[in-house]
């Protein structure tokens, strides 16, 4: 099993700004000092040197991940801003001819979660089809009312290709039982879902957008039951601990210091923070998450998880 990560911004999409990418020419142009800057092959291969939020940045799309099975079955899990980017690559597939096939999930309907829909050119192909499933209600009157005559000119009747609407069931069987999905409710305005995939034998939970109000007990319990053992766990990390706990305590989110301690409990392999706070630079970014590791290296746990900020163009081979 394979996962993509198209979009990894929390709440907006994030252009980033030119002031930005100008911060990062100077400081990148300053560590160059003992590269031959006329030698193009020297140049590319000190920026392809530098890390992620140095030489590009972590990405301004909203959530969207694409899992895949060693078969090739795929699952498109939510239609942020980042869907774009994963319906044009598609078209370079079988879903260019209008002879694809995949299933989506929704964690919920939040507008950084099907931002990306209208967008999704494998939609506007005849004869693709897609198997559509979400825990909330409706999600096709959803889905439709975001193409709204006064919200986007095109309706959603228009996007020629097949798409069938499902209430997920508590265990969903894809693709002639080639993989499995179980869902659990998250602490998140309006509920959203973490999905747990299952596939090849391995397993990859995405749980966005989440908040945990207690840090034990049952409640706790059952979040790390659900993550346990997994070999990918994707978390909302939108906030520093402060944020999640004290200063936005019910908006929704969590932090990543919350994910280390779930991953860790629940023994998963690897942790992927994403659903990065809009109002965030790069920089700043990367600070939270070197305090996060600092924390899981004071942790007395000996079995630690890896932990990765979630960015643009993630693959990860499971
Ligand atoms: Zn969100
Ligand atoms: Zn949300």
């Known amino acids: 099993?394979?996962?993509?990560?198209?979009?990894?911004?929390?709440?907006?999409?994030?252009?980033?700004?030119s002031e930005q990418i100008e911060h990062k020419i100077v400081r990148a142009l300053l560590g160059a000092g003992d590269v031959d800057l006329t030698d193009e092959?020297?140049?590319?291969?000190?920026?392809?040197?530098?890390?992620v939020h140095e030489r590009g940045c972590w990405g301004g799309n909203t959530t969207c991940v694409q899992v895949t099975s060693d078969?090739?079955?795929?699952?498109?899990?939510?239609?942020?801003?980042?869907?774009?980017?994963l319906g044009d690559a598609m078209l370079d597939s079988q879903f260019g001819r209008g002879e694809g096939y995949a299933a989506m999930l929704f964690?919920?309907?939040?507008?950084?979660?099907?931002?990306?829909?209208?967008?999704?050119?494998?939609f506007y192909v005849k004869g693709n089809r897609f198997d559509i499933f979400a825990r909330h209600e409706d999600i096709h009157g959803r889905l439709k009312?975001?193409?709204?005559?006064?919200?986007?000119p095109v309706g959603m009747e228009v996007m020629a290709a097949e798409k069938n609407f499902h209430l997920m069931p508590d265990e969903l069987h894809l693709f002639d039982d080639r993989m499995q999905v179980t869902a659990i409710a998250l602490d998140h305005p309006g509920v959203a879902y973490a999905y747990r995939i299952e596939a090849d034998g391995h397993a990859f939970v995405m749980a966005s957008d989440a908040e945990y109000r207690?840090?034990?007990?049952?409640?706790?319990?059952?979040?790390?039951?659900?993550?346990?053992?997994?070999?990918?766990?994707?978390f909302d990390a939108q906030y520093t601990l402060r944020?999640?706990?004290?200063?936005?305590?019910n908006w929704g989110h969590s932090s990543a210091m919350i994910g280390i301690d779930l991953a860790t409990e629940a023994g998963v392999g690897t942790i992927v923070m994403v659903h990065h706070e809009?109002?965030?630079?790069?920089?700043?970014?990367?600070?939270?998450?070197?305090?996060?590791?600092?924390?899981?290296?004071?942790?007395?746990s000996t079995v630690r998880p890896t932990v990765l900020v979630g960015y643009e163009g993630l693959m990860l081979e499971l």
């Not at 140049?43 to 890390?51: E, K």
């Not at 944020?243 to 305590?249: D, H, S, T, Y």
């Not at 109002?279 to 290296?297: A, E, G, P, Q, V």
């Open 71 to 85: 078969a090739g079955d795929t699952i498109i899990i939510d239609a942020g801003s980042g869907l774009r980017g």
């Open 145 to 152: 009312y975001q193409h709204d005559f006064r919200f986007f």
């Open 243 to 249: 944020e999640a706990l004290v200063e936005k305590q």
């Open 214 to 234: 207690e840090l034990s007990g049952e409640y706790w319990d059952k979040y790390v039951n659900f993550y346990r053992g997994a070999d990918v766990l994707v």
């Open 1 to 17: 099993m394979k996962a993509r990560f198209w979009g990894v911004r929390g709440s907006i999409p994030t252009p980033l700004p």
């Open 41 to 51: 092959a020297a140049v590319r291969a000190y920026v392809a040197s530098l890390p």
């Open 278 to 300: 809009p109002s965030y630079d790069d920089d700043k970014i990367k600070r939270i998450f070197d305090d996060s590791l600092r924390y899981l290296d004071r942790m007395p």
């Open 107 to 122: 964690t919920h309907t939040h507008w950084d979660h099907i931002q990306g829909l209208p967008f999704f050119r494998p």
